[in-house]
């Protein structure tokens, strides 16, 4: 960090190297030495990349930001780069970079924010092995093959063709054998507004925080796919509206109340053909209810729609309260004559989970539309500072129409000891 006065520079810079590893069968580590054991159980936390790893992934970070005294204005300029190495039946390079610029300032106590995102990144064939070196030079060779990425102008992005055939001709007739599968970029430019909560009954009614973006998304390899998008989003937060404490007390059975919500709309509009327009509505809201400080009752649903054979519906409500007396508890003191004095917290929980989801199908004329039901139930007790015991039981039931409905069960019981 470097400063002087009201102005302010910060420089982040940070890098990153993880792996997932297919799980060894039949290795059983010595324990005749005790270093020795400790390096070999050790030695993959400070490897420098397996080659028979599933997945590998490195990637570096660049953030800046210059904090200046007008309207508490920041610009920041952040770039991010990644190599993502895959292996299955198929193995695969999946490689991306974003730079984003973004300006925050303030008008008041009204926050605003303009930015400006873009990606780009692509899939290439590769063979198996390798490690964290051979990733990083695959992520450094991708700089020669995207100079697109760099020369893409802000605005001028939206609306190039050029930018969109530069793709395109160098995956167009690209088959399997081929080394290069895709690549894409996208860009983004986003005007957010942010204001202080009001503390009252207008925070339920008004939002909290708006958004505009206008985006573009390609897509290129055997086709193109060549995308515009708009997109708005409102967010509501609201705390003690209708409560006995609320803004609006017409609710005595809890005492205090929070509301979460939001609604975001979305247009898609290809390029190619402007007048098939895609619309897609998002709806979410969380509603929790404290009866007392330790009695709560949450409830959420989320609506996703895009015509009547594209939509999506999830609910939960849940309930969480202390308990009075368990068989558990009771079954605890008879066996252990140093519990029958004392009590024994209980924190019970119960939750219904439901959804109802449809999607089209290029496969079939008819959407496959899916609906499932599930009942938790879990209890939670502490006995004295050192353990805790929780219980629970899942109850489920699957079906999608005309084809297999499923039902399932399961208890679990797990410990905790804390020393």
């Known amino acids: 960090n470097l400063g002087s006065g009201k102005f302010k520079y910060a420089l982040n810079l940070s890098t990153e190297a993880s792996q997932k590893l297919l799980k060894a069968s039949g290795q059983i580590l010595s324990t005749d030495n005790y270093f020795k ?31 200046l005294p007008w309207s508490s204005l920041t610009p920041q300029v952040n770039y991010y780069a990644e190599e993502n190495y895959s292996a299955s039946t198929n193995f695969y390079y999946n490689d991306k970079n974003t730079l984003s610029l973004a300006f925050p300032f303030k008008i008041g106590k009204n926050s605003f924010s303009v930015s400006w995102k873009k990606s780009s990144g692509g899939v290439e064939a ?19 093959k995207r100079g697109y990425f760099f020369a893409a102008a802000p605005i001028f992005d939206l609306e190039s063709e050029s930018l969109a055939k530069s793709l ?16 894409f970029y996208t860009s983004e430019y986003d005007l957010s507004f942010n204001r202080p909560l009001y503390a009252d009954k207008r925070d339920f009614f008004i939002p909290a925080n708006v958004s505009l973006a ?17 997109k708005l989003k409102l967010g509501w937060a609201a705390f003690n509206i209708f409560g006995k404490y609320g803004s609006i007390p017409i609710a005595s059975w809890f005492e205090q109340d929070e509301y979460l919500a939001s609604f975001t709309a979305t247009l898609k509009s290809p390029r190619s053909n402007p007048g098939n327009l895609t619309q897609v509505y998002t709806c979410y809201l969380q509603a929790n209810f404290y009866l007392t400080k330790d009695n709560i009752l949450r409830n959420g649903a989320e609506l996703s729609f895009q015509d009547a054979d594209n939509y999506s519906i999830k609910g939960t409500v849940a309930w969480k309260r202390p308990g009075k007396t368990s068989p558990i508890s009771a079954l605890a003191k008879l066996i252990f004559k140093r519990l029958r004095d004392q009590e024994i917290p209980i924190v019970r929980s119960d939750s219904i989970n439901c ?3 449809s999607a089209s199908s290029v496969n079939s004329s008819k959407p496959k539309k899916t609906h499932s039901y599930e009942y938790i139930h ?12 929780t219980t629970e ?3 489920g039931f699957t079906c999608a129409f005309d084809d297999i409905c499923s039902m399932t069960a399961s208890w679990s019981l797990g410990g905790k000891l804390n020393f």
């Open 37 to 67: 054991t400790w390096l070999s159980s050790t030695q993959k936390e400070f490897s420098f990349g397996d080659s028979a790893a599933s997945r590998r992934k490195v990637g570096a970070k660049i953030e800046n930001s210059l904090r």
């Open 126 to 144: 590769t063979t198996a092995g390798g490690d964290y070196y051979s990733d990083v030079q695959a992520l450094a060779s991708t700089y020669t």
């Open 168 to 183: 395109y001709k160098k995956t167009v007739g690209l088959g399997k054998s081929d080394s290069l599968q895709s690549e």
């Open 214 to 230: 206008v985006a573009r998304d390609i897509r290129a390899a055997q086709t193109l796919s060549d995308t515009n998008q708009y």
């Open 355 to 357: 959804s109802w989801r």
């Open 378 to 389: 879990s209890a939670d007790f502490q006995f004295a500072k050192f353990f805790a015991l």
């Open 393 to 395: 039981l899942d109850l």
